[in-house]
């Protein structure tokens, strides 16, 4: 599915590269700042954009049921064989429509899009907004990661102001209960002044 999916431009031809670099680093270490939003397992959780697994591995770890979008055949086949569990479910998806997540009819505690959204222009992230929201129960928390900085070659990325996220996601009825920034954990990234910023909006 990928070919046509925007925002993928990059993952299948750095797919083993991607997938080194996303195993190198821990659930723990990059969500600290937004665990005591995560519910007592067990949670259904929806991982957009999940790369490497190693999100969903985790989640599935603590307990919890995990719905697992990846539109690159390259990552999402990966995932499936070496993060196997039975409490996740690996599906062939995408934002901004999410169209297969939606035909299941599930309402989620929790949607994580970790280093996913900056991906998506303007009018996608509008539509994926209104999506993410109905997809949640209320109560429920939308989790995400963006990066700023320098694009890297080859990635189709935008500048995303976090204001325009936090206006965006309270125009669909989620309100902002985190904000921060901070640099890359990756030295490379961090020298050429990668930062990112962490949110979490909760649904009203
Ligand atoms: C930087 S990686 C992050 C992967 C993983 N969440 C992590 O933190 O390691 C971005 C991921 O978003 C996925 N992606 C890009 N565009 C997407 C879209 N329109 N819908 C869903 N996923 C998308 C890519 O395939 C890739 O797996």
Not at 38 to 57: F, M, N, Q, T, W
Not at 125 to 138: D, E, K
Not at 172 to 198: F, H, K, M, P
């Amino acid at each position: 599915m990928s070919d046509d999916v925007a925002g993928t431009a990059g993952y299948a031809e750095n797919a083993a590269q991607m997938i080194e670099q996303s195993e190198r680093m821990s659930f723990a270490d990059l969500h600290s700042d937004v665990a005591s939003l995560l519910p007592e397992a067990p949670a259904l959780i929806l991982d957009v954009g999940a790369g490497s697994g190693r999100d969903a591995a985790a989640l599935a770890e603590m307990g919890h049921s995990v719905v697992a979008v990846e539109p690159v055949d390259e990552l999402r086949n990966f995932c499936s064989t070496r993060h196997r569990s039975s409490r996740i479910e690996w599906v062939d998806d995408s934002l901004p429509d999410l169209n297969v997540v939606r035909s299941m009819n599930l309402a989620f505690d929790v949607a994580m899009l970790t280093a996913v959204w900056m991906h998506l222009d303007t009018s996608e992230r509008v539509h994926a907004m209104r999506q993410l929201s109905s997809l949640l129960l209320c109560g429920g928390h939308v989790l995400m990661t963006i990066r700023h900085g320098p694009v890297p070659a080859g990635r189709r990325m935008f500048e995303v102001a976090d204001e325009d996220t936090v206006q965006l996601a309270a125009d669909c009825g989620l309100r902002c209960v985190y904000i921060d920034t901070t640099g890359s954990i990756q030295e490379s990234n961090r020298n050429q002044g990668v930062t990112w910023a962490r949110l979490a909006f909760r649904r009203n």
